[in-house]
């Protein structure tokens, strides 16, 4: 299934430019160049070739590091990103972390309580906290944290290498405005699972027979209602790289983000492709941890094979 | 609750796993003086540096000679010298020439090789290089020269201290010329690792992201007073201020008034002049802008002093044509006021010019100047008003140097030019109709004449009529929307000081120190 | 099953996206100021009467500014749930009605697709479009909106497909088509709905990000994902300016979300 997906994602990454763009020997010599050196360029770049030769070459690239030049910096796409992927992909690990390790806690300690004004307080503030854009977090945090409280240097990101701590301070004020729309999702998600799932039959012979509820919470039903939560949780990564993306611009996190925006906008393809399948590979990567989490919280699954 | 605390523990373990294994890979970028870079402002100041923002990431290449953005030549400037270099009043003093004569008929140079002078990577500057770095400038073997200007040159003489360049004519701005870099001869990495005689070394780049300097220790003249210099590009205008706030920028230049207001007192903000001619450039070889009435009407419906006054809080010159205030000897000043605001006028030549209900164009503006961005604005309303609708296409600065500069496909963009060196040539010779980087497609035989005149004038007052007419002639013609010569506002940080202006487009931080 | 009627919710999130549409629509025809006029007010004003929401660095006045970059947001956003659930549960009607190989083959695709983070997906299209054309905004967000709808819609019929009324409807000689508009899409409504108020909300959010980052609807059709942009670099001399553009962004979610709680409430836990 991973490997499915996978060769899907690459394969329409790959097509979809490569059918639409033109050809990049003529974007990379401009509107003056002359059809033969065209030619020359296009078998040069390996262009002549048949279409799935050279979408394997490409594939290859991935493995080797050759990911072909980009058109505006005329330099290996590979350069270009290699110092950015860690960045964008820990900015992502965090987030991903800060929405479990809230939204987990949280989402048991809502489950507990149904009905009454507070439920209703706590279901319109999680649905504002939806509808907080990661963006305008973003803005607001580095204004308050930054420019007024000066605990973080706005604009200045601490090098991965020698300061992985000020780094990871930096990341942190990025990852909560990106974690506070999904920690919200997940806690609803959550709540209404366990909810399900206290209703079931079960459950309510189990407290019946005078076992505690909170022991039965934790014994029966938090383990069933994680599987769902997990797999939730997994497809929320794909959220969190787009919005990773945005909210790097919001922080001037030197990921892929800025790199992404600007060769969109410089029709700077190879440089796109190699961006969108990385990101892609990872979100699907998340999503197998995903599955092999929840065999392991139910057994039941490894049967059926992870549908 | 221990196993909450349980919990926790792992999650800080899983964290610290995840961001080794993250940082681990980006190790290799980190330089060996990682340390300094995370320090705050004060941090910098006990290490004797700076970081400068900068709107745009560099040219491709570093090679001084192949240089086209302003940008690129504004922080080169620190890490190459010619023969010649500018002073802040527009002079041109002796550097790696130790002194220099002219002959009465200006046609014969004489340069003396100054004694000591060393190339950063620590060989001598031998005449073999300087002739080297003249020779390449002037090579016509493919095509245009890099700098036109040098074809004029008949002869070349060298001993090992002197060197003796005849011109066919005499050309008083020749000299202006000899502010290009000289390189060593013997090297072919100025691509990527540039190497020169500046007051500042270069030490590494890291595409879209920064450029590093540090002081030349073995400077010929006065050393640098900072240690380090790290430009740091900001392409994201609406994040600039923000970093500026939280201090992790030093110095920027080119701010608005409206960024520059929001900064308070951890900044000192300076003015000067930008030397750059900023315009509506009209591309005059497409629909509707090849009809000259249209490119008059822009001229009559387009209120300089508004702009001014909207976008730049009064701040900045209004100009007429492709010469800006500093250039005082070349400046027409009655050019400025030739096309009064009169959108009635306006509407009148576009009337006559069969567009009397307006037409549809595009103003494309380079995302990373707010600048031009804030003037666009204001055109698009200024033109609404004699109905004409301006859409703004705002772009990478990459697409614009492609597309726009290089391409010339565009219907009109508001960005501002600058002299590459002190010559009325570096701002007027693109517009003759075959020039390389006559982006606007101005083709005018008379334009062409003057210029053709220029060449072999018998004096520099000849001369400086002959570019006074050409001025005139972009003027009368309406070449492009002439707006401004921006107000330079640069923001210092409060506790530095030394920063000097120039009469071109350059950003010279030899002088700049700490205040003791 | 909770009461079928109106709840709190969706009575709540009604009123405010009704007031806000009202705004909107009222916006577009009427706004206190011309967004774009310069010097509608002294520069860099805070809140007044007369400026509800200050004005900006030119002198614009930021209230009529958010209510246009709101139509604009508002109007992109439901042209592009439009296409999304129009496309979406025409594919999703056939192959869940009809199921087979076309079936298996577009769910592996659709699955494939939901690797791609929706944002993402969008700007690959869009790039491929080319970038800051609303127009193209609109058909990419919409073209990846297709497969969630898809999804919802594709449950939906292939469990209906098999119900008595259905299979009393084909013995009568209906044709599949009259099957699948007549009897059961009025029946998928229920999870349509909330589908579309979620729909909307990733619409209003991916088109303000893109926006925000340049690449998506830029002026003079100002949305609030560019003006917010803009407010950023005058974060410290017109504060309101951001919090108004944010402030509509999330208020707008945020009405919807509650109608969207709301409807799914009304039809019992639809989780």
């Known amino acids: ?307 | 609750m221990k196993k909450r605390l349980l919990a926790l523990l792992l999650l800080t373990g899983l964290l610290s796993a995840a961001l080794t294994g993250c940082g681990g890979g980006s190790t290799e970028q980190a330089s060996g003086d990682g340390q300094t870079a995370n320090g705050s402002a004060g941090a910098r100041a006990q290490t004797n540096e700076i970081v400068v923002g900068i709107a745009q990431d560099l040219d491709e290449s570093l090679d001084p000679h192949k240089a086209v953005a302003a940008g690129t030549k504004e922080v080169m400037f620190n890490v190459f010298e010619g023969l010649v270099k500018p002073t802040p009043d527009g002079d041109l003093i002796p550097a790696v020439a130790s002194g220099y004569t002219v002959s009465p008929d200006q046609t014969v140079y004489t340069f003396t090789l100054r004694e000591g002078v060393l190339f950063h990577n620590g060989d001598p500057v031998e005449m073999e290089d300087v002739v080297y770095s003249i020779e390449r400038c002037a090579d016509d073997s493919e095509g245009t020269p890099l700098i036109p200007a040098l074809s004029a040159i008949s002869d070349i003489q060298s001993d090992e201290t002197t060197l003796t360049i005849t011109l066919a004519q005499p050309d008083s701005e020749f000299l202006s010329y000899l502010t290009l870099a000289v390189l060593p001869a013997d090297y072919d990495g100025q691509d990527t690792a540039p190497v020169g005689t500046g007051p500042f070394k270069f030490v590494s780049r890291a595409a879209q992201d920064s450029i590093v300097l540090e002081r030349f220790a073995d400077y010929w003249g006065t050393p640098a007073e900072l240690d380090k210099v790290t430009f740091r590009i900001i392409e994201n205008a609406d994040s600039l201020v923000m970093s500026l706030q939280s201090g992790a920028i030093d110095l920027f230049s080119h701010l608005t008034t409206t960024q520059a207001a929001q900064l308070g007192d951890d900044f000192q903000i300076l003015e000067g002049t930008m030397n750059l001619v900023q315009a509506l450039y009209l591309n005059n070889a497409v629909e509707p802008f090849s009809n000259e009435k249209v490119r008059q009407a822009l001229c009559y419906a387009v209120d300089k002093q508004q702009i001014i006054d909207l976008a730049f809080d009064g701040y900045g010159s209004p100009i007429g044509s492709s010469m800006y205030p500093a250039f005082q000897k070349y400046f027409v000043e009655d050019l400025t006021d030739y096309y009064p605001y009169d959108p009635e006028r306006a509407m009148e030549l576009l009337a006559e010019a069969g567009y009397p209900d307006g037409f549809t164009m595009t103003i494309t503006v380079p995302s990373n100047y707010q600048p031009h961005i804030d003037t666009a604005q204001v055109l698009v309303e200024q033109l609404k008003a004699v109905g004409i609708t301006a859409e703004i296409q705002l772009v990478e600065w990459g697409t614009w140097l492609d597309e726009t500069y290089t391409n010339r496909q565009f219907q009109s963009t508001v960005v501002g030019v600058d002299a590459s060196n002190m010559t009325a040539r570096a701002l007027l010779e693109r517009f003759t109709s075959t020039a390389g980087d006559n982006f606007i497609n101005y083709s005018d035989s008379d334009y062409d004449a003057l210029f053709a005149q220029v060449q072999t004038a018998a004096d520099d007052d000849a001369r400086t009529e002959l570019y006074k007419e050409m001025e005139r002639n972009l003027t009368e013609h309406a070449a492009n929307v002439y707006i401004q010569d921006l107000a330079d506002l640069v923001a210092l940080r409060t506790g530095l000081e030394g920063l000097r202006f120039y009469p071109i487009y350059v950003l010279d931080l030899s002088t700049v120190r700490y205040a003791q | 099953m909770r009461r079928k009627s109106m709840n709190g919710y969706l009575l709540a999130g009604l009123v405010l996206t009704g007031a806000l549409t009202a705004l909107i629509l009222l916006g577009l025809v009427w706004t206190p100021y011309d967004p774009d006029a310069m010097l509608a007010g002294p520069k860099l004003q805070g809140p007044t009467l007369a400026h509800l929401l200050g004005t900006d660095s030119f002198g614009r006045d930021i209230f009529s500014r958010v209510l246009r970059g709101a139509g604009t947001t508002f109007l992109i956003a439901l042209s592009t749930v439009a296409i999304g659930a129009v496309c979406g549960t025409a594919a999703g009607a056939l192959t869940g009605y009809f199921g087979g190989v076309v079936d298996e083959a577009l769910m592996r695709l659709n699955d494939a697709l939901t690797a791609f983070p929706s944002i993402l997906l969008a700007l690959v299209v869009l790039s491929i479009l080319g970038p800051g054309n609303k127009y193209n905004v609109v058909i990419a967000l919409g073209i990846v909106f297709i497969p969630s709808f898809a999804r919802v819609t594709r449950a939906a019929f292939a469990s209906l497909r098999d119900v008595n009324y259905v299979k009393s409807a084909r013995l009568m000689g209906a044709s599949s088509g009259r099957i699948l508009v007549r009897q059961i899409l009025p029946n998928t409504v229920q999870v349509l709905l909330p589908a579309l108020t979620i729909g909307f909300n990733n619409a209003v959010l991916a088109e303000a990000s893109m926006s925000y980052l340049g690449i998506g609807v830029t002026p003079p059709d100002a949305s609030l994902g560019y003006m917010l942009s803009e407010a950023q670099g005058m974060l410290t001399s017109a504060p309101w300016y951001a919090l108004g553009t944010g402030g509509a962004i999330v208020l707008l979610i945020f009405g919807v979300g509650l109608m969207g709680e709301g409807l799914q409430r009304r039809g019992g836990e639809v989780a």
């Open chain 1, 1 to 307: 299934m991973l490997l499915v997906t996978m060769v899907i994602v690459s394969l329409l990454a790959f097509a979809a430019f490569d059918l639409i763009s033109g050809s990049p020997a003529e974007i990379m010599l401009g509107t003056q160049a002359t059809e033969e050196r065209v030619a020359e360029l296009e078998a040069e770049l390996g262009l002549d070739r048949p279409f799935p030769v050279r979408y394997l070459s490409w594939l290859a690239g991935f493995f080797t590091g050759d990911l072909g030049t980009s058109y505006s910096y005329h330099q290996p796409v590979w350069e270009l990103i290699a110092p950015k992927v860690g960045i964008t992909l820990c900015l992502s690990l965090l987030s991903f972390l800060l929405i479990a390790a809230v939204s987990i806690p949280l989402g048991l300690w809502a489950a507990r309580r149904s009905g009454g004004p507070l439920d209703a307080a706590g279901t319109v503030l999680n649905q504002l906290c939806m509808a907080v854009p990661p963006f305008f977090t973003g803005v607001l945090l580095s204004w308050v944290f930054s420019i007024t409280l000066h605990v973080f240097v706005h604009g200045q990101f601490p090098d991965m290498g020698s300061d992985p701590g000020g780094a990871l301070g930096y990341l942190f004020f990025a990852a909560v405005a990106i974690a506070i729309p999904r920690i919200a999702m997940t806690v609803r998600m959550l709540r209404s699972t366990i909810q399900a799932e206290m209703r079931r039959d079960y459950v309510r012979t189990a407290i019946s027979r005078g076992n505690d509820r909170a022991g039965v919470l934790r014994r029966h039903v938090l383990r069933n209602a994680l599987v769902p939560v997990v797999t939730f949780l997994a497809q929320t990564m794909a959220e969190i790289v787009a919005a990773s993306i945005v909210v790097e611009q919001v922080f001037a996190i030197p990921g892929l983000g800025r790199l992404l925006v600007s060769s969109i906008s410089n029709r700077d393809y190879p440089v796109v492709q190699a961006i969108v399948v990385i990101l892609a590979f990872w979100v699907v990567l998340a999503g197998t941890a995903a599955d092999l989490i929840n065999q392991r919280i139910d057994p039941r699954l490894r049967l059926g094979g992870a549908s």
